[in-house]
């Protein structure tokens, strides 16, 4: 069969673009300034990038032939690809909760958007910032709120030691700061 007659299959599946998923039932926490870096993708998307593609699409497909057409397929492909990004955003900020940390300011106390210095039971010191699943980026110290080391810091305070399971078993983490951002004069 040709492939001019076979169809993409068009699935939910491909707007995950490989995130972890959200837990049942769970919440998008996301803060204020990943919720902003989120709706600007999308706008830039929806305002800038996608009517370029488009007129790149037209103009392609009245100079005749498509099958050959190189603009022609690789800007149908590129119109499918942000298509799909415009798809997982706008379902993601519409289930986003906007969780703002400078509200814990001063307190001891780890809560979604804190950033933790611990000392592990090797006697190695790290520094994460607990965020959400769309915006946490691993090379800045950024961890999502699901993860399993957010997860075994959630709600303890300085001084505490808290156990998280690993496959090579149980590590013992111990709480030395706990610092939230601080509020922006508004």
């Known amino acids: 069969m040709s492939k001019a007659f ?8 491909d707007d ?29 998307l929806i305002d800038n990038e996608r009517p370029k593609v488009v007129e ?14 190189g603009d022609y397929l690789y800007g149908k492909k590129r119109l499918r690809e942000i298509d799909r990004r415009i798809r997982f955003l706008t379902k993601r900020l519409e289930i986003a909760e906007i969780v703002n940390p400078s509200l814990h300011a001063g307190s001891d ?25 769309d915006e946490a980026d691993s090379s800045l ?19 505490d030691e808290v156990h998280l ?12 700061e706990v610092c939230y951002p601080v509020a922006s004069p508004t």
Do not use: C
């Open 56 to 69: 790149i699409v037209h103009w392609a497909a009245s100079n005749g032939d498509r099958s050959e057409n």
């Open 141 to 159: 110290g950024q961890v999502s709120w699901i993860s399993p080391v957010a997860r075994a810091l959630l709600k303890a305070r300085e001084g």
């Open 6 to 13: 076979t169809r993409e299959a068009e699935s939910d599946e």
């Open 109 to 133: 106390q780890v809560y979604f958007g804190a950033t933790v210095t611990y000392v592990d039971d090797q006697g190695v010191t790290r520094a994460v910032t607990i965020m959400g699943i």
């Open 16 to 44: 995950d673009l490989g995130l972890p998923p959200i837990p049942t039932g769970g919440k998008n926490y996301i803060t204020p300034q990943g919720y902003a870096r989120l709706r600007a993708e999308l706008l830039d």
């Open 165 to 176: 399971p690993t496959p090579s078993g149980s590590r013992t983490l111990e709480i030395l």
